[in-house]
């Protein structure tokens, strides 16, 4: 069963100094406020783990808390680059980062095998590019291999599963219980929670009961570590029925993100000095 | 917002990019499904459903199907995509049962570098993938977006930094290094079938794959097409010019981009 706690707690509690954590929400739902909190305790060595690295993991990396990043698209969306994820590529600032890089079409269906219990997921894709020579080929086992179809012999892909130490997610609403519901883009939520060993979810709303909503994602309580109330914990992302994109923050970060020394006077401004569960 | 009239959208001014934004929309029949990158490609699909092609069902991989903004999105996955989509699916199901079976017409991409046969980089440019020079975005979905589209359209601005003999990179397959490579890697969609710049439009040759200038903007010379291609460029024997935008074109292209935030221009 979930246990309703506070984000610092919930923080404190489920992510570890280095564990392999997945933030997920694709675009829709991502979990800032649970990110800022990371950084605000100081987590080291960790394995970022994200489709779309988004502001969220140019922050937590800007900030030294990464070692690795496992993704498979890393840019500010409609904007540019990620200017700290790039720094730490081309100049190994603040600290080296190992990057381990696949499509989205990979990325998803690593999820669903690590949700699925299963070690490898099967795939039409990677055939001719440059990805499939090299992912993870840097210190563990490769993640991407040729597979034959058993029936038809067709040449396939297989992908290793994922399986993070802790799930992060943003949801529009969870019950007293802890049962959480979500709606709109759903992204790869559900597989990565379901994947993980551990997850936090921070949520709009937590109402006594939620009401049935067709089409919503539901993960029971007894799917869920902990669940947090931190109402606009998505921002500058977004909770449909809750708050919009915050497309203007999205454009400002480039100049923030571009700039080491910016980038510490926003760190200092707005995260070491804010409280927790306040973005 | 008063919606612009196509009367006072004077045809004589309009830029390169909106010429390139007018092309590629052209090249987007009504009724036929688009899987949408974002930026120039989506600026292009959502210009062709506010003309000739209002039956055009947009595709993002956010999950996104039959999407209908009124303004253009910032990011593949911005709020008006979801409230006005047909229907909004997880991430493993949009790669795994819309695009990876063929499904969808056709895939509309943009490149960082892109080579004579059409293979898209979007990962590393310069020095080596350990300690590239520029660190790109990467993939997202573009290689399978590449490889499982019936056919596949590619919009960007043309330079000889952009346009080279052999991308440092392959993220995205084109034809491979030509004729063959695309059956041999078990590629189901046909490739890409044409590239639209600033500048004009580039066809694959029949016979050998290889990027050919087929069309010209207004004012545009097919010498100055060559001068920004990084490899010696084939020109068509008689490459088509093609028509400026119409009012109609651009005052819809204008209305759509009106409600979008601008982001700073990219530099590498």
Known sequence: MAEIVSLAEAVERAIHDGDAVAMEGFTHLIPFAAGHELIRQRRRDLTLIRMTPDLIYDQLIGAGCARKLIFSWGGNPGVGSLHRFRDAVEHAWPVTLEIEEHSHAGMANRYVAGASGLPFAVLRGYNGTGLESLTGDHESAPTIKPITCPFTGETLTAVAAIRPDVAVIHAQRADLSGNVQLWGIAGVQKEAVLAAQRSVVTVEEIVDHLDPRPGAVVLPSWTVSYVAHVPGGAHPSYALGYSVRDNDYYVAWDGIGRDRDAFRRWLDEHVYAVPAGHP | ?268
Not at chain 2, 178 to 200: F, N, S, W
């Open chain 2, 1 to 268: 917002m008063k919606d612009l009239n196509p009367a006072a959208v004077s045809e004589l001014t309009y830029t390169a990019d909106e010429m390139m934004t007018v092309a590629a929309a052209r090249a987007l029949r009504d009724g036929m499904t688009c899987f949408v990158g974002i930026g120039l490609p989506s600026a292009a699909a959502n210009l062709a459903r506010a003309t000739h092609a209002p039956g055009l069902v947009l595709i993002y991989e956010s999950g996104t199907i039959g999407a209908k903004p009124t303004e253009l999105p910032l990011s593949i996955g911005d709020g008006i995509l979801a409230e006005t989509a047909d229907a909004v699916v997880s991430v493993p199901e949009i790669f795994n049962y819309w695009l990876q079976p063929g499904r969808i017409d056709v895939g509309f991409l943009s490149a960082a570098q892109i080579d004579k046969f059409g293979n898209i980089n979007t990962t590393v440019i310069g020095g080596d993938y350990e300690n590239p020079r520029v660190r790109l975005p990467g993939a997202g979905g573009a290689p399978e977006i590449a490889a499982s589209c019936r056919e596949v359209i590619v919009v960007v601005r043309q330079s000889s930094r952009s346009f080279v003999e052999r991308v440092d990179f392959v993220t995205s397959v084109g034809y491979g290094s030509g004729p063959g490579d695309r059956e041999r890697l078990g590629l189901t969609g046909a490739g890409p079938k044409k590239i639209i710049t600033d500048l004009g439009i580039l066809e694959p040759d029949p016979a050998t794959l290889e990027f050919t200038l087929t069309g010209l903007f207004p004012g545009v010379s097919a010498a100055a097409a060559k001068e920004r291609t990084g490899w010696d460029l084939a020109v068509a024997p008689d490459p088509a010019i093609i028509a400026g935008p119409s009012p109609a074109e651009l005052a819809a292209l204008r209305n759509l981009q009106r409600g979008t935030v601008y982001p700073p221009k990219e530099q590498h």
